[in-house]
């Protein structure tokens, strides 16, 4: 498939140091690919691939969170997920809030809102086909077809996990809130939401949801 086999390194890489953010000459982020990128799962062709039908049925049929608290992050131009700057920060907020364990999120989901795979857990993030793909947003926002359809299949998705997962704490930028709403719009039902701003340069909105959401777990 054109997949160059690279070593994995889940959990690595968690300073918070300086980083750059790459574009292209169209302002759009150059996307960087750890451990290679299969040309089946690249533009809208992407949503025939076998791995990705397989991908969806998954999360419909056979999936089940383990904790009633879900933490949304966006999907990356950097892949895996786990490697991009968002993440690296993430990871540690969720090590200072005692939320970590065995290279792993502990008492929280953690899921990315993937353009093509729509849900993403954490723990899946570095496995074949979403350490693999390339569907820039622009893509599905821009195509009447593929938003009808990753919304479609997000609001089934959500609808199914609100039989574990009471509360959603939602931290995306705002071409991801626009199908993240549509679908919501279309689920019969939905966790209890809670939204931050979304930006790379503080967390603070952040640590204090995942707290107070964490404390009323507790009452």
Known sequence: MGIEAIPR???????TSRF?????????????????L???????????????KEWWSWL??????????????????????????????VRGLLRRLGLWADAAPSGIEWYYFSDLLVLVPYEEAEEYPACCYEVPPSIVLSNTELKEKVTSLLAATMTRLSKWVRDAIV??????????????????????ELRVKYTLFSFSG?????KTVLEELTK
Request: proline letters at 10%.
């Open 171 to 192: 931290f995306l930028p705002r071409r991801h809130l626009a199908l993240w709403n549509e679908a919501r719009a279309k689920a019969g039902k939905w966790p209890r």
């Open 206 to 210: 952040l640590e204090a949801a995942i």
């Open 20 to 36: 750059s953010i790459r574009k292209n000459g169209d302002g759009s982020l150059v996307p960087r690919h750890h451990e290679g």
């Open 60 to 89: 419909l049929e056979e999936y089940e969170p383990r904790h009633s608290i879900a933490l949304i992050t966006p999907c990356s131009n950097v892949k895996p997920y786990t490697r991009s700057p968002t993440s690296r920060k």
């Open 38 to 52: 299969d040309p089946g799962l690249v533009g809208p062709k992407a949503f025939e691939h076998p791995a990705v």
């Open 9 to 15: 390194s889940i959990g690595g890489g968690l300073k």
